[in-house]
């Protein structure tokens, strides 16, 4: 398939509203595609590289554009073709690393036509935003594949992704996907929470539930078959050698054929109270000598569910059993803290509930996690049958440009400009923030939006829309500055979220369900 055909895809789907629209436009790529090729469709119009960063910013970027690379008359460049100088970009390093990516670019860019090399413009600056959604892409695949989308759906949410499944339902139509099933050994996406306004209103929408502590910790799932334990993070990716408490915690477990759901948590050894996120991100994220970051922070597992074990896969159980099951594998201190409402009716037990809310605050957690108890485990989905309650305002917003600080914050970037992710795909600003930020995350920030950045006007510097933060506010004003007509009032940097894609940031709709005053 020739990239053009994806841009031209990509454009039409930018160009339209209507979801059945978008969907019948990718149904039709996905039959044009050969099976293989589909992966990479997916990734082109989702915006991302499967080679991942490739080190080409906007310096050399410029120098690629007409009328210093003209142009092809006409179109000739292939997805495989420009993969394969995807692939090259990405292995360049060492001295005179720039000049060789540039010459690769000129390549590139010279096979292309100009509609191309616009598109390949917005595909490496992190511009396509198009609205061509994983949701939507896999009601296309689903269409062209001729499959029932929710068979599609739970083939990809036990794989982990769409691309592999997508490849296999293609070539070998509805088939193929009794190949995709929970295995111990693969990591699954996690079941996601939507938010609650507070404990009696979660409870009044779940009826029977147990409501247990949300701890303020990295998400892990956990496989143990025999003595081999891998250990995932939300993202699925593989963080086993970093952890080591976890692999020994994991291995004394009742059973096998495990795979669990958790957090990892830093906790003060005098206190038993949690440490600052950042601390426990640190942690995960370092790649530093693991016995010596073991011994200067170490980490505490906790789960709160289970997917499989000793042989029987758990998701359609309902969520009482599989935490009767969890009991019976990890001792009470390897279990997050909950309690259960049996009879929502009845005052006593919802006040139970509040007060089990306010003992979990004051223990220094962030909030708790109401879950249905009659609930299946729904990988990969936010589901309505597990509810968040935190006792402040807070999102999950996108940084989408950051503007140089002055007076003591020279030299950082400091300023953000947070967006909320729009019904298309893109991102709409809702505000700008300084708030909140130590000097150790000015830092980070600083050098972490420098990867990012895509344009520097000397002031504000744009970055691809990757990084999230937790952003704290006391409401929502009316602001005609801003697309969605409202701002955030009293905005402060929480923290920073460098463990959740931009795809889980908070949405327009979500902001606004808050209300404006």
């Not at 960063?53 to 554009?65: A, N, P, T």
């Not at 409402?341 to 919802?350: E, I, T």
């Not at 460098?498 to 949405?507: L, R």
Request: proline fraction near 6%.
């Amino acid at each position: 398939m020739l990239l053009a055909r994806v841009a031209e895809v990509s454009g039409q789907v930018a160009a339209t509203s209507a979801r059945s629209r978008k969907t019948a436009l990718l149904a039709r790529l996905f039959a044009e595609a050969e099976p293989e090729e589909s992966p990479l469709v997916i990734a082109y119009l989702s915006g991302r590289l499967p080679q991942g960063r490739i080190g080409v910013g906007w310096s050399v970027l410029k120098q690629v554009l007409p009328p210093a690379v003209p142009p092809a008359a006409e179109p000739g460049l292939t997805l495989a073709g420009t993969d394969a100088a995807m692939t090259a970009l990405a292995a360049v390093s060492g001295a005179g690393a720039q000049s060789r990516r540039l010459g690769l670019l000129r390549e590139l860019f010279g096979a292309a036509t100009l509609s191309e090399q616009e598109y390949l413009l917005r595909l490496l600056s992190g511009e396509v935003r198009q609205g061509a959604l994983d949701a939507l892409a896999l009601e296309g695949v689903a269409r062209a594949a001729e499959v029932p989308a929710a068979e599609l759906r739970r083939a990809v949410m036990l794989e982990g992704s769409l691309p592999p499944v997508a490849r296999a339902v293609l070539a070998e139509g509805r088939a193929a996907l009794e190949a995709f099933a929970l295995r111990v050994g693969r990591p699954v996406q996690p079941m996601l929470a939507h938010t609650a306004g507070g404990v009696a209103e979660a409870v009044a929408a779940l009826g029977p539930c147990a409501v247990e502590e949300k701890l303020d910790g990295i998400r892990i799932q956990v496989h143990r078959l025999g003595e081999e334990v891998r250990v995932y993070t939300r993202s699925l990716d593989d963080i086993t050698a970093r952890l080591p408490e976890v692999v020994d915690t994991v291995r004394e477990a009742a059973g096998d054929g495990l795979v669990l759901d958790g957090e990892v948590i830093g906790l003060d050894p005098a206190t038993g109270r949690p440490l600052p996120f950042q601390n426990t991100a640190s942690r995960v994220g370092s790649r530093a000598d693991v016995v010596t970051a073991r011994a200067v922070l170490p980490l505490t597992p906790v789960f709160f569910d289970v997917l499989a074990a000793d042989g029987e896969v758990l998701l359609d159980r309902p969520g009482r059993e599989r935490h009767a099951v969890l009991a019976r594998l990890l001792p009470e201190h390897l279990r997050v803290r909950r309690t259960t409402v049996d009879d929502p009716a009845d005052p006593r037990s919802v006040e139970a509930a509040e007060d089990f809310f306010r003992d979990t605050l004051a223990r220094g957690h962030e909030g708790v996690l109401v879950k249905a108890l009659d609930a299946p485990y729904v990988a990969g989905r936010r589901g309505r049958t597990w509810l968040k309650v935190k006792p402040v305002h807070t999102l999950d917003l996108v940084v989408l440009a950051a503007e140089r600080g002055h007076g003591r914050r020279t030299g950082y970037l400091s300023n953000l400009h947070l967006g909320a992710r729009a019904a298309d795909g893109g991102f709409v600003m809702l505000g700008k923030t300084f708030k909140g930020l130590t000097d150790e995350m000015l830092r980070w920030q600083t050098e972490r939006l420098g990867e990012l950045a895509v344009s520097d006007d000397g002031y504000t510097v744009r970055v691809r829309p990757e990084l999230v933060v937790e952003i704290a506010y006391d409401g929502l004003q009316r602001s005609t500055r801003y697309p969605a007509g409202v701002t955030l009032r009293f905005a402060r940097v929480v923290r920073h979220r460098p463990d959740k894609p931009a795809a889980e940031a908070d949405t327009v709709e979500t902001v606004l369900a808050g209300g404006a005053g």
